[in-house]
């Protein structure tokens, strides 16, 4: 027969009744008054031990960024509005004025010396140039010319020209002796000068005119500019006695450049 299990044992009043078990608070204060603790479950031992969950606060923008980007932005807008500006202001020149460059060419060229030796080259040409300004409303203001012939890159005459106040609508007609003078050269350039002699009895020539120029449109005056002439495609034929020979001039043409220098270099 199984054996029977009873309850607990009731606590016995001093009268023989049994006594009521005692309250919670009643337990409480019999326990100094602390407050029933039980163990921790699994759940709240493993929450323990993990680390708070902090959201991370949003990253603060960099001032000194903000102000890099304001500024390149300004001055982007800077940049864009002088060149609207300038775009702007161009195209107003251009109706008004129509520029056109000032043109240049060699009307006629007389060789009446050239004599050259082993060390030395003496010669003296007889040169006419044209220059015209086509515009109606601008007048150019040219300093003394400086006047160079060159043939494979060798010297072989200089010269210049006056200053010169080349109106509106104007042809002139300018004339100067270019001449080198028992000028020394090395031994390159006097082979190099005869082979070419040798061959067909004449050189190729090129003319560099150098200058600045200033422009004046109605009252105002711009600031000089330096500007080259560069002529090519002519041909010298050395005199044989004291008769001067005539270069071919027919197939000439000049273009004219400016001449911008920055610091050490000229472009």
């Given at each position: 027969?199984?054996?029977?299990?009873?309850?607990?044992?009731?606590?016995?009043?001093?009268?023989?009744?049994?006594?009521?078990?005692?309250?919670?608070?009643?337990?409480?204060?019999?326990?100094?008054?602390?407050?029933?603790?039980?163990?921790?479950?699994?759940?709240?031992?493993?929450?323990?031990?993990?680390?708070?969950?902090?959201?991370?606060?949003?990253?603060?923008?960099?001032?000194?960024?903000s102000?890099?980007?304001?500024?390149?932005?300004?001055?982007?807008?800077?940049?864009?509005?002088?060149?609207?500006?300038?775009?702007?202001?161009?195209?107003?020149?251009?109706?008004?004025?129509?520029?056109?460059?000032?043109?240049?060419?060699?009307?006629?060229?007389q060789?009446?010396?050239?004599?050259?030796?082993?060390?030395?080259?003496?010669?003296?040409?007889?040169?006419?140039?044209?220059?015209?300004?086509?515009?109606?409303?601008?007048?150019?203001?040219?300093?003394?010319?400086?006047?160079?012939?060159?043939?494979?890159?060798?010297?072989?005459?200089?010269?210049?020209?006056?200053?010169?106040?080349?109106?509106?609508?104007?042809?002139?007609?300018?004339?100067?002796?270019?001449?080198?003078?028992?000028?020394?050269?090395?031994?390159?350039?006097?082979s190099?000068?005869?082979?070419?002699?040798?061959?067909?009895?004449?050189?190729?020539?090129?003319?560099?005119?150098?200058?600045?120029?200033?422009?004046?449109?109605?009252?105002?005056?711009?600031?000089?500019?330096?500007?080259?002439?560069?002529?090519?495609?002519?041909?010298?034929?050395?005199?044989?006695?004291?008769?001067?020979t005539?270069?071919?001039?027919?197939?000439?043409?000049?273009?004219?450049?400016?001449?911008?220098k920055?610091?050490?270099?000229?472009f």
């Amino acid at each position: 027969m199984a054996d029977r299990v009873y309850p607990a044992a009731k606590p016995v009043a001093p009268n023989g009744t049994a006594a009521p078990a005692p309250a919670p608070a009643a337990a409480a204060a019999a326990n100094g008054g602390a407050n029933q603790t039980f163990p921790a479950n699994k759940a709240q031992l493993y929450n323990a031990a993990r680390p708070t969950y902090r959201p991370m606060p949003p990253p603060r923008r960099k001032h000194r960024r903000s102000c890099c980007c304001c500024c390149c932005l300004f001055v982007t807008f800077f940049i864009i509005t002088i060149v609207l500006l300038a775009a702007i202001a161009g195209a107003i020149f251009w109706v008004l004025y129509r520029p056109q460059r000032p043109s240049f060419s060699v009307s006629t060229l007389q060789v009446s010396q050239f004599n050259l030796t082993s060390t030395k080259l003496a010669s003296k040409f007889n040169l006419t140039v044209v220059a015209r300004n086509p515009n109606k409303k601008i007048s150019f203001f040219y300093d003394p010319i400086n006047i160079s012939f060159n043939s494979n890159d060798v010297d072989i005459g200089d010269g210049s020209l006056p200053a010169l106040m080349h109106d509106r609508k104007n042809t002139t007609t300018l004339k100067t002796v270019v001449s080198s003078s028992g000028k020394n050269l090395d031994g390159s350039a006097i082979s190099n000068l005869k082979s070419k002699l040798k061959n067909k009895n004449s050189l190729p020539l090129e003319i560099k005119l150098d200058t600045k120029v200033k422009v004046k449109v109605g009252s105002l005056k711009t600031k000089k500019v330096g500007i080259r002439v560069k002529c090519s495609g002519i041909k010298i034929t050395v005199p044989s006695g004291k008769t001067p020979t005539k270069a071919t001039t027919s197939n000439v043409k000049c273009k004219v450049d400016l001449r911008i220098k920055i610091w050490k270099w000229t472009f």
